[in-house]
């Protein structure tokens, strides 16, 4: 219910971290169409992308990859896109270097911040005991919108889209 409200009610910017999306296509509409009705609405998902076991792929195969996949069956069909970033180190080679992004935050304008437990799965969203905190706090929103553009600038984070 929190997540929907923040989706459907979002003004300028949304950050939305997430180790995983599965039925995006239905979770997601409600940011699609807020979206396409708020052409100045600012929207970054950081996902993670998984390295399968004795994958010996370039990177940037399995990132384009992923990509296609997430556009083809977890973003609503005709609707503007949010931009792409994920963490780079999920996909290094070896398994003894490799880490997750494995955060589950929502950012909505800078003021909103849902710190939860849930991934952005049907069972994540209705199904599971999950855990999670909406805080209105703009320097929390503030703190962690900034934290993430510092990890991009510092390449710790890529865009995968925009």
């Given amino acids: ?18 180790y995983v999306v599965v039925n995006g296509r239905t ?12 052409p100045g609405l600012e929207v970054s998902f950081v996902l993670d992308i998984k390295r399968g076991p004795g994958d010996t792929r370039p990177a940037s195969q399995i990132a384009a990859e992923f990509e296609r996949s ?18 780079p180190r999920s996909l290094e080679l070896a398994s003894a270097d490799r880490a997750s992004m494995h955060a589950k935050v929502v950012v909505a304008d800078r003021e909103r911040v849902l710190v939860t437990s849930s991934n952005l799965t049907p069972r994540g969203v209705t199904d599971n005991v999950e855990v999670g905190v909406i805080l209105h706090d703009r320097a929390l929103a503030t ?6 553009r510092a990890l991009l600038g510092a390449g710790d984070l890529a865009i995968l889209a925009e």
Avoid: C, K
């Fill in 143 to 148: 703190t962690l919108v900034d934290h993430f």
């Fill in 1 to 18: 219910v929190v997540l929907a409200e923040l989706l459907q009610t979002v003004r300028d910017e949304l950050w939305l971290t997430t």
């Fill in 27 to 38: 979770l997601l509409a409600p940011l699609a169409a807020r979206m396409d009705a708020r």
């Fill in 70 to 87: 997430f556009w083809a069956r977890d973003w609503p069909t005709g609707s503007r896109r949010p931009r792409l970033l994920h963490y």
